[in-house]
């Protein structure tokens, strides 16, 4: 049964600060991973990873995948207020596309 | 450009009344559809996936059903609403994996229903 384990739960950091999330998945067929973010309301896409090693990187968000260990990392450097939000990973294999729990962060001023 | 519309956005019901929640993609075919649920503080549970008319896959045994009437419809629904069926639904949408370059396999959300038994 494909499952995907986000940790940790929930952060509480400071502005500033650096955080590293973490995603490990057993899917069937992995085609790729992608991460989300969700603040209020629907989750909006943030990356998808088909490759392992190559880093995407977006403004202080970036993200690496390792298909041979199965997992995945989401860094975000120098945090804001604004990165306060649920960060949701999903691993793609089939047309069921399950995410992990997510890691709730709180970035305090 | 391709959107999802989701309706209602908030509604509240009393224990055992019925349910329907709509959902309609424009400026794509044949899209792959989904409803999700996401209790307080919780991670989104994948309730329905659909593939196609008519293909519909339940994930969580439960008293929810969905149906997908046209090729760009999905709909929730329960005949008797329970306390536990409280909670933020999302539908979304993605092209059918395989078409398409880069974005193949984004999920695309509606703005959510947030649903309310008492």
């Known amino acids: 049964e494909d499952k995907v384990v986000q940790s940790p739960l929930s952060l509480v950091v400071h502005e500033g600060d650096t955080v590293t999330l973490n995603c490990s998945y057993e899917v069937t067929n992995f085609r790729s991973l992608l991460w989300y973010k969700q603040e209020k309301k629907a989750p909006t896409f943030l990356f998808m990873l088909t490759s392992s090693g190559i880093e995407k990187k977006s403004g202080r968000l970036s993200s690496i995948l390792d298909k041979k260990e199965l997992f995945s990392i989401l860094n975000i450097t120098a945090t804001q207020t604004g990165d306060s939000a649920v960060y949701l990973c999903?691993?793609?294999?089939?047309?069921?596309?399950?995410f992990g729990t997510g890691t709730r962060l709180k970035v305090l001023a | 450009s391709q959107t999802i519309h989701q309706w209602p956005a908030t509604l509240v019901q009393p224990v055992g009344s019925p349910l329907s929640l709509e959902c309609t993609v424009e400026?794509?075919?044949?899209?792959?559809l989904y409803w999700y649920r996401q209790a307080a503080g919780r991670g989104l549970q994948l309730l329905f996936y659909?593939?196609?008319?008519?293909?519909i896959s339940s994930e969580v045994p439960q008293n929810l059903s969905a149906s997908r009437p046209q090729d760009r419809q999905f709909i929730l629904s329960s005949k008797k609403l329970l306390l536990s069926d409280s909670g933020f639904y999302l539908c979304?949408?993605?092209?059918?994996?395989?078409?398409?370059?880069?974005?193949?396999?984004?999920?695309?959300f509606g703005a959510g229903s947030r649903l309310t038994v008492l």
């Open positions: 999903r691993p793609s294999g089939t047309y069921k596309y399950i």
């Open positions: 659909s593939i196609g008319i008519d293909q």
């Open positions: 979304a949408w993605s092209v059918f994996p395989g078409q398409g370059a880069g974005g193949a396999n984004v999920l695309t």
């Open positions: 400026g794509t075919s044949n899209p792959n």
